[in-house]
T-cell receptor, first 113, second 113 residues
Framework: DAGVIQSPRHEVTEMGQEVTLRCKPI?????LFWYRQTMMRGLELLIY????????DSGMPEDRFSAKMPNASFSTLKIQPSEPRDSAVYFC???????????FGPGTRLTVL | GESVGLHLPTLSVQEGDNSIINCAYS??????FIWYKQESGKGPQFIID?????DKRQGQRVTVLLNKTVKHLSLQIAATQPGDSAVYFC????????????FGQGTTLQVKP
């Protein structure tokens, strides 16, 4: 298996622009997680899905952030409009069960100027 | 509230020595713990896990110890190698069996040749 796939690997955009991050989980995994990592706050869970349904979005910073999972093999995290404080590395992870190991993708490094 | 913390932000060891990375957790209801390794520019990589019905688990060159009495978790790396240099995170599943993981802030392991 190729593991969790994320795109793009790097994104540089200007404040106010829309940003869309993409994730393909490991085939057969029912759980998908979106995290944000910064030096100041470490690794934070933003939202997670079970069988394509959002279960907990309490970590989503504000209404500018939204996430979707239209099918079992694809999820997006969108920021609109983006702000400089959104600059971070965004990770997607997937797992096969509720209490199972989460496997992380390589991340998307987002820079908002 | 729930929290996972690490005792030391940076650990420096000589190549060939054993390393011990510690982690304290606060939620006594947590029953699943994971250690992740994150190399620069990559996503967290699963190392080893342990469930609360065990107090020790061994992998290849790594051992995880769990002390539920004092809510302490440690990762031991035998014969530390330069390739072990990375940030190490502990994570716990918290309460409620939600599938969410709570990550510590991370410990940087530096291996001196």
């Amino acid at each position: 298996d190729a593991g969790v796939i994320q795109s793009p690997r790097h994104e540089v955009t200007e404040m106010g622009q829309e940003v869309t991050l993409r994730c393909k989980p490991i085939s057969g995994h029912d759980y998908l997680f979106w995290y944000r990592q910064t030096m100041m706050r470490g690794l934070e869970l933003l939202i997670y899905f079970n069988n394509n349904v959002p279960i907990d979005d309490s970590g989503m910073p504000e209404d500018r952030f939204s996430a979707k999972m239209p099918n079992a093999s694809f999820s997006t995290l969108k920021i609109q409009p983006s702000e400089p404080r959104d600059s971070a590395v965004y990770f997607c992870a997937s797992s096969s069960g509720q209490a199972d190991t989460q496997y992380f993708g390589p991340g998307t490094r987002l820079t908002v100027l | 509230g729930e929290s996972v913390g690490l005792h030391l932000p940076t650990l420096s060891v000589q190549e060939g020595d054993n390393s011990i990375i510690n982690c304290a957790y606060s939620n006594s209801a947590s029953d699943y713990f994971i250690w992740y390794k994150q190399e620069s520019g990559k996503g967290p990589q699963f190392i080893i896990d342990i469930r609360s019905n065990m107090d020790k688990r061994q992998g290849q060159r790594v051992t995880v110890l769990l002390n539920k009495t004092v809510k302490h978790l440690s990762l031991q790396i035998a014969a530390t190698q330069p390739g072990d240099s990375a940030v190490y995170f502990c994570a716990e599943n918290g309460s409620g069996n939600t599938g969410k993981l709570i990550f510590g802030q991370g410990t940087t392991l530096q291996v001196k040749p």
